[in-house]
Nanobody
């Protein structure tokens, strides 16, 4: 069974930075693409970033490109999201997720991920 546990969220002023972590249990972390998604109050879950199993390929939503960076450490079984120049509209619960398949290109669709963490709250004040 795969378990994903996010951490690193909190309250930060606009323009500040946070680094989210996602610790994964199990021995298959390095075999799968991973992703970050977020859900703001009253809104649907949205794609933030994805990274290939090796870390060689990444994809970031236009809304965060140039400000957020996804990365992973396959030795530590940990996924990261470095968030810089935060804006109030980045306020949301952030979730990490593991892709359900080992084939195909990076995905922005939540239904293509089958393991999810419980999320960590990020609040950006103006």
């Amino acid at each position: 069974q795969v378990q994903l546990v996010e951490s690193g969220g909190g309250l930060v002023q606009a323009g500040g930075s946070l680094r989210l972590s996602c610790a994964a249990s199990g021995r298959t972390f390095s075999d799968y693409d991973m992703g970050w998604f977020r859900q703001a109050p009253g809104k649907e879950r949205a794609f933030v970033a994805a990274i290939s199993w090796s870390g060689a390929s990444t994809d970031h939503a236009d809304s965060v490109k140039g400000r957020f960076t996804i990365s992973r450490d396959n030795v530590k079984n940990t996924l990261y999201l470095q968030m810089n120049s935060l804006k109030p509209e980045d306020t949301a619960v952030y979730y990490c997720a593991r892709r359900s398949t080992q084939v195909g290109s990076l995905s922005r669709f939540g239904y293509e991920y089958n393991y999810w963490g419980r999320g960590t709250q990020v609040t950006v004040s103006a």
